[in-house]
């Protein structure tokens, strides 16, 4: 079993920057891929990035292409999101999640409970 708590989320202005941060703990020897998705109440979630062990591997939506970056210190069994130039559109409730090796990373096998990140314009 592990567990995954998200930091750092809070209010922004439009073109400013966060880290979010998401310790895992448990078994997290298990652990393969972290990644980010986000949603916005109403809406289905959606995936923002992902990242793999080795961090030899990223994969980023479109829509956060070229502004965020996810990075990963296995060390400390933690993934981070850094947000800049951000948008109102990037508003939502932000979601880290982890998978096993031979788990797809559209089914992510633990989520945390989500920080809020608000962008105002």
């Known amino acids: 079993q592990v567990q995954l708590v998200e930091s750092g989320g809070g209010l922004v202005q439009a073109g400013g920057s966060l880290r979010l941060s998401c310790a895992a703990s448990g078994r997290t020897l298990s652990i393969y891929f972290m990644g980010w998705s986000r949603q916005v109440p109403g809406k289905e979630r959606e995936f923002v990035a992902v990242?793999?062990?080795?961090?030899?591997?990223?994969t980023y939506a479109d829509s956060v292409k070229g502004r965020f970056t996810i990075s990963r210190d296995n060390a400390k069994n933690t993934v981070y999101l850094q947000m800049n130039s951000l948008k109102p559109d990037d508003t939502a409730v932000y979601y880290c999640?982890?998978?096993?090796?031979?788990?797809?990373?559209?089914?992510?096998?633990?989520w945390g409970q989500g920080t809020q990140v608000t962008v105002s314009s």
């Open positions: 990242i793999n062990y080795s961090s030899t591997s990223t």
């Open positions: 999640n982890a998978g096993h090796l031979m788990s797809p990373a559209s089914t992510p096998d633990y």
